[in-house]
């Protein structure tokens, strides 16, 4: 099985982790104070991963998720995708000091570089509000195409109804606006993809966050 090239996107496609470049080295100590490493074991435990899955994590930053997930998983194949060469850096570092055999690859959501029917789990926590409307469609175009049958798609972002101070907020964010109410759900039937389930909800800050998985 040999996966696709990289797509033509440039290096500045792309919302760096915290932002900015300089701003990276914080985002593991922020991203474990707003409570992201709960909710990734509960993703990584929803997910039915099982030995000889190959899993693949779009949007894995720093790396924590596709590291637990292969930690709790060690007969899986787990691939780790972000377009960010910084964060893939400290994705591989942390890999290396730990055995793990995490593979890392850069690439955009809306660009997966991987065959047709190769993946049986994309895992997405936390970055689908970056994408615009056009990339989000993309993404989960893409998605349904490396599926192979029976795969699943298990994604926790911002979503939801929000109100208050944390409502105006979502409402002036054009990308998290998108996802409010069920803009998740939505997006993954427009794409074709069947069996949609919303399931946790809770929140990481301020804001809701809920878990969609078909």
């Not at 099985?1 to 792309?14: A, C, F, I, K, W």
């Not at 490493?37 to 924590?64: I, K, M, Q, S």
């Not at 000091?97 to 890392?104: E, Q």
């Not at 998108?178 to 949609?196: K, P, Q, V, W």
């Amino acid at each position: 099985m040999s996966d696709r090239p990289t797509g033509t996107r440039n290096e500045h496609d792309y919302v760096p982790a915290m932002g900015r470049d300089r701003l990276l080295p914080l985002y593991d100590p922020f991203t474990w104070l707003v409570g992201a490493p709960r909710v990734h074991r509960r993703l990584a435990a929803r997910a039915g991963v099982v030995p000889g899955h190959r899993v693949l994590e779009v949007g894995c930053g720093t790396g924590n998720l596709a590291l637990r997930v292969q930690r709790l998983h060690p007969g899986a194949e787990v691939v780790g995708l972000d377009p960010d060469p910084l964060a893939l850096a400290r994705a591989r570092r942390k890999a290396d000091r730990r055995g793990s055999p995490v593979r890392w690859d850069r690439g955009t959501a809306g660009a997966l570089p991987y065959d047709d029917a190769s993946v049986d789990r994309v895992l997405s926590a936390f970055m689908f509000h970056h994408l615009d409307d056009a990339e989000k469609r993309r993404m989960l175009a893409e998605v349904g195409r490396v599926l192979r049958p029976g795969g699943q798609l298990h994604l926790v972002d911002f979503g939801g109804h929000h109100h208050g101070v944390a409502g105006r907020w979502v409402h002036r964010n054009e990308h998290l606006r998108a996802n409010a109410d069920d803009g998740i759900a939505d997006r993954m039937r427009e794409a074709g993809l069947t069996d949609i389930r919303t399931g946790e909800r809770g929140r990481l800050g301020v804001l809701h966050v809920r878990a969609t998985r078909c």
